[in-house]
C-alpha cells in the first residue's frame, strides 16, 4: 500500500499526496528488500525511522564500511542486492571500500546516500558536506545513478536492483540528494511511478558448440582437474554442480569461499593435495573462478612445466583468456552452464583415470596424516594448529554454522585446516584479501539466514571493525567471536630497531578483548588452550547469546604475512 498524505486542495476537495520519503520506502518494499543495514545521520536520519515504521528491519551499526561488508555479503548470501545506506560525504566514502569490494567480488549490493544540493555542489559554493558523489563513486562499481525527482525514485532503484545482480553481480550506488526526500506530489502518480523489477537476473544459456568443445577437452585429459570458485557457490546450483562433479570422476578444489559445495571430506576432493594437482593436472576446468593472483595467474611455478589446457565457465565473456589462453570458453550462468554439460555427457562418460586419481589420493591422504598431530595439541599458551584443531571439530559437529574468517596467519591457516560440509558457510576476504570484514560479515550472516555465527578473528583484524560488538549486542545476535591473540599483527615478539616505541606490529601484551564484550553486555570468556576454547565456544553456539573469546596464542606463531609472504618486497640493502 503506498503511503500517502492529506492536503485540501480547495474547500470541499482532497488530495492524496506522498513524497520522496515514502516513495524510497514504498519502491523497496514491493521490490521484496526488507532489510537495510546502515549509519543514520543527516539527510538520511527520518528516511531510517521511517522504514522501520513500515516493517523494514534497519540494523544502525557503528561505522559505514561494516554496515557496507554487511550487505555485500547479504547479497551474496540471498542473490538479492544487499543494501546500504549511508548520510553525505564522509559517510559516503565509508561505505566506498565495502561497495568497491562487493564489485571485485562480484556480490550484488547497493550503497544509497544521501547527498548535498546539485547547485551548490556544482558551483562549489560550500554546502554542508558538499562532494560530488556520483562521479567518485563511478569508477569503484558496476554502475551509478542519481534521482533528482521524486516522479524517478520507481525507475532509479529498478535501474540499480537490475545492475546489481545481472550478469556478473556488483556493487551499484543511488544517491539520493536532500530535498528529493520532501518533494511532494500525487499519491496516485507516485504508485503508478514505481517498478517492480521482473526477471532481473535472467538465464544465460551456453552454446551448444561451445559445451561440445568443453566436454571434448574434458574427455581427452589423462590429468584432468576441477576447480570451483565463489561464482559457483553464488549460482546455488548446488544439486548440479555435486552431480557434474561425482560423474567426471576427477579431483578437485575449491576455492576459499566455495568450500562446502562438496564436502571437504568428499572422496575427490584434492584440497589437501593442492600443489601436486596444480602442477600435474593436464586439463584444468574453472568453474565459477578467475585466474587471479589466487591462482597465480594460471602461470609460473605453481602450475608446473607439464602444458596445460583451460575450460572456463563464467558469465563475463571478457573473463576469458584474461591471463592465460581459454581453449575451450563457456559463456552463460553457471546453473545453465553446468546443466548443459551434464546433459552433454551422457549415461556413459567415462571417470577420470584410475592412476591420476590414486596419486592425488595417496599425497591427500599423506599430507592430512602429516597434519594431524599437530591438530591434537592441547598446549598452553596455544599456537595456531592446536586453536584450529579444536574448531575443525566444532564445525563438523555443528555443518549449519555460519564460519566467518579473516586475519593474516588466522585465516591461511583456518582455510586449509577447517574442513566445511555445506555451501555458503564460509565467508571469507574475498578476492582483495581485505581485513575489517568480520564483524559485519557476521552480523548479515546472522541476520540474512538465522543460523549460528562463529567468527574467527586475528586480533589484528578484529581491530578494524571490533567496535560492532555493541552492535551485536544490541540486537542481540547469535555470533561466537574468537580472537586469536598473539599481541600483534603476524607475531607479537618484534623490536623496534630504532627507537623506543614498541615495533609497528606489535600490540599492547596481554589484551583482554573479553572484557570489551563484557562491557556491551556480552559474554567474555579467556582460553589459554584448546580444551578450554572448545568447551567456551560449544557453551556460546549452544547458548546463542553474543560471545567474544580471547584465545592467546602464543606470541612468537605466525610467519610475516602469513602464506603469501612473497609479495611483500624485501630490501637487499644492508645499512651501514
Not at 249 to 273: I, N, V
Not at 384 to 393: D, F, K, N, S, W
Request: glycine letters at 10%.
Amino acid at each position: 500500500m503506498l503511503n500517502t498524505a492529506t492536503k485540501s486542495e480547495a474547500p470541499g476537495t482532497e488530495q492524496e499526496l506522498t513524497d520522496g520519503f515514502h516513495l524510497v520506502i514504498d519502491a523497496l518494499k514491493l521490490n521484496g528488500i526488507n532489510t537495510i543495514y546502515g549509519v543514520p545521520g543527516i539527510p538520511i536520519t527520518d528516511l531510517g525511522r521511517m522504514m522501520q515504521a513500515e516493517g523494514i528491519r534497519v540494523l544502525s551499526f557503528r561505522h559505514e564500511q561494516n554496515a557496507g561488508y554487511a550487505a555485500s555479503i547479504a547479497g551474496y548470501l540471498t542473490k538479492k542486492p544487499g543494501v546500504c545506506l549511508t548520510v553525505s560525504a564522509p559517510g559516503f566514502l565509508n561505505g566506498l571500500t565495502a561497495l568497491a569490494h562487493a564489485t571485485t567480488n562480484c556480490f550484488p549490493m547497493i550503497l544509497i546516500s544521501g547527498s548535498s544540493e546539485r547547485e551548490i555542489v556544482d558551483l562549489q559554493q560550500g554546502d554542508y558536506e558538499e562532494m560530488d558523489q556520483l562521479a567518485i563513486a563511478k569508477p569503484l562499481c558496476k554502475a551509478a545513478f542519481r534521482v533528482l525527482h521524486a516522479a524517478d525514485i520507481g525507475i532509479g532503484l529498478a535501474r540499480a536492483i537490475r545492475a546489481a545482480v545481472s550478469g556478473r553481480p556488483g556493487g551499484v550506488y543511488l544517491d539520493l540528494p536532500a530535498k528529493l526526500f520532501g518533494q511532494v506530489m500525487d499519491a496516485a502518480a507516485g504508485a503508478k511511478s514505481l517498478v517492480k523489477v521482473i526477471d532481473a537476473a535472467p538465464a544465460q544459456i551456453p552454446a551448444p558448440s561451445a559445451v561440445k568443445r568443453a566436454l571434448d577437452v574434458l574427455k581427452g585429459a589423462k590429468r584432468p582437474l576441477i576447480i570451483l570458485g565463489k561464482g559457483a557457490a553464488y549460482a546455488q546450483a548446488d544439486d548440479e554442480i555435486r552431480a557434474f562433479v561425482e560423474k567426471t570422476g576427477a579431483p578437485f578444489l575449491q576455492m576459499s569461499m566455495a568450500k562446502g559445495l562438496l564436502p571437504d571430506t568428499h572422496a575427490q576432493s584434492a584440497g589437501a593435495a593442492r600443489s601436486t594437482v596444480l602442477k600435474d593436472a593436464d586439463v584444468v576446468m574453472l568453474i565459477g573462478a578467475r585466474l587471479n593472483w589466487l591462482l597465480s595467474h594460471g602461470k609460473g611455478k605453481t602450475w608446473g612445466d607439464a602444458p596445460k589446457k583451460f575450460i572456463q565457465i563464467d558469465i563475463e565473456p571478457k573473463e576469458m583468456d584474461s591471463n592465460v589462453e581459454i581453449v575451450a570458453p563457456v559463456v552463460g550462468d553457471i546453473g545453465s552452464c553446468v546443466s548443459a554439460l551434464l546433459e552433454g555427457m551422457g549415461g556413459s562418460w567415462s571417470a577420470a583415470p584410475a592412476d591420476w586419481v590414486n596419486t592425488v589420493n595417496k599425497k591427500r591422504d599423506d599430507n592430512v596424516a602429516k597434519m594431524a598431530p599437530k591438530l591434537m595439541s592441547n598446549a598452553s599458551p596455544m599456537d595456531y594448529h592446536g586453536a584450529l584443531g579444536a574448531l575443525r571439530t566444532i564445525i563438523k559437529e555443528r555443518p549449519d554454522a555460519i564460519l566467518v574468517n579473516e586475519g593474516a596467519n588466522t585465516l591461511d591457516l583456518a582455510r586449509g585446516v577447517i574442513d566445511m560440509y555445506k555451501p555458503r558457510k564460509r565467508l571469507d576476504v574475498g578476492t582483495w584479501g581485505v581485513m575489517g570484514i568480520g564483524m559485519g560479515y557476521s552480523i548479515a550472516a546472522a541476520v540474512e539466514t538465522g543460523k549460528p555465527v562463529l567468527a574467527i578473528e586475528g586480533d589484528s583484524a578484529f581491530g578494524f571493525s571490533g567496535m560492532e560488538i555493541e552492535t551485536i549486542c544490541r540486537y542481540q545476535l547469535p555470533i561466537c567471536i574468537v580472537i586469536f591473540n598473539n599481541d600483534g599483527i603476524y607475531r607479537g615478539t618484534d623490536v623496534n630497531a630504532g627507537g623506543s616505541d614498541p615495533a609497528t606490529t606489535v600490540f599492547v601484551k596481554g589484551s583482554r578483548y573479553d572484557k570489551m564484550m563484557e562491557a556491551f553486555g556480552g559474554v567474555g570468556i579467556n582460553a589459554t588452550s584448546p580444551d578450554e576454547l572448545k568447551r567456551a565456544v560449544n557453551a556460546a553456539m549452544d547458548s546463542g547469546k553474543p560471545t567474544l573469546i580471547n584465545a592467546v596464542i602464543d606470541p612468537a606463531a605466525g610467519s610475516e604475512s602469513g602464506r603469501i609472504g612473497n609479495l611483500n618486497p624485501q630490501s637487499v640493502l644492508k645499512k651501514k
